[in-house]
């Protein structure tokens, strides 16, 4: 079920869906999904559908992925990457693939451990993980060009538009359950545009760190 043509046909299915990024495709591609995931649950890893990871978290389907990605590239090529909630390292490693650095901050000690695992597995050295609450970003290595987050918060913290470049694009599902959606918010020198993409079902972004 983890065979090339499972995978291809994972690929097929986000062309006919709409994502029309060939690097963001290829970059899927590359990545073996079922790395991420329970081994019980291998032969549905490239299916199109969100997956449990353990401690209330999911592993996020490839489409919400893909299309998440795709906006984040659409403005051009990106050197500085962060993630907030790096969960399975998923979406971190289609990240990898795409973008020169990648900062990923997860709030939940055993996900940052199996995260860390499969990132170093994976030979991704472009990638730095950190335990810490997301919604605070990653100050330290800020400003950055592009700003994914995989969990929604009620609204957009302050934190992570004040950690975007100029120009930078931030990623973001915001809203509560049952009514979230899908933003992206660009900095400009004026201030930020924020545009609506489409509705998503994340888990909430938690503060602090557990």
């Given at each position: 079920?983890?065979?090339e043509?499972?995978?291809?046909?994972?690929?097929?299915?986000?062309?006919?869906e709409?994502?029309?990024?060939?690097?963001?495709?290829?970059?899927?591609?590359?990545?073996?999904?079922?790395?991420f995931?329970?081994?019980?649950?291998?032969?549905r890893?490239?299916?199109?559908?969100?997956?449990?990871?353990?401690?209330?978290?999911?592993?996020?389907?490839?489409?919400?992925?893909?299309?998440?990605?795709?906006?984040?590239?659409?403005?051009?090529?990106?050197?500085?990457?962060?993630?907030?909630g790096?969960?399975?390292?998923?979406?971190?490693?289609?990240?990898?693939?795409?973008?020169?650095?990648?900062?990923?901050?997860?709030?939940?000690?055993?996900?940052?451990?199996?995260?860390?695992?499969?990132?170093?597995?994976?030979g991704?050295r472009?990638?730095?993980?950190?335990?810490?609450?997301?919604?605070?970003?990653?100050?330290?290595?800020?400003?950055?060009?592009?700003?994914?987050?995989?969990?929604?918060?009620?609204e957009?913290?302050?934190?992570?538009?004040?950690?975007?470049?100029?120009?930078?694009?931030?990623?973001?599902?915001?809203?509560?359950?049952?009514?979230?959606?899908?933003?992206l918010?660009?900095?400009?020198?004026?201030?930020?545009t924020?545009?609506?993409?489409?509705?998503?079902?994340?888990v909430?972004?938690?503060p602090?760190?557990?």
């Amino acid at each position: 079920m983890t065979s090339e043509r499972t995978r291809t046909r994972l690929i097929q299915r986000l062309r006919d869906e709409g994502i029309r990024d060939e690097r963001v495709l290829a970059a899927i591609g590359r990545v073996p999904r079922h790395l991420f995931i329970d081994e019980a649950l291998a032969s549905r890893a490239y299916e199109d559908t969100a997956l449990p990871i353990g401690f209330g978290q999911t592993i996020s389907q490839p489409f919400i992925v893909a299309t998440m990605t795709q906006a984040l590239l659409d403005g051009g090529s990106l050197k500085k990457v962060l993630e907030v909630g790096t969960g399975s390292a998923y979406q971190t490693a289609v990240l990898a693939g795409l973008v020169t650095e990648v900062y990923s901050v997860e709030r939940l000690a055993p996900l940052f451990q199996l995260a860390h695992k499969r990132v170093r597995q994976l030979g991704c050295r472009n990638v730095r993980l950190r335990l810490g609450d997301g919604t605070q970003g990653w100050p330290e290595h800020a400003p950055y060009d592009g700003i994914l987050v995989t969990a929604a918060p009620p609204e957009i913290p302050q934190a992570l538009l004040e950690q975007l470049n100029l120009g930078g694009r931030l990623v973001i599902p915001v809203g509560e359950a049952g009514m979230q959606q899908l933003q992206l918010v660009v900095r400009t020198e004026k201030g930020f545009t924020c545009e609506r993409l489409e509705p998503v079902s994340f888990v909430p972004l938690v503060p602090g760190q557990a």
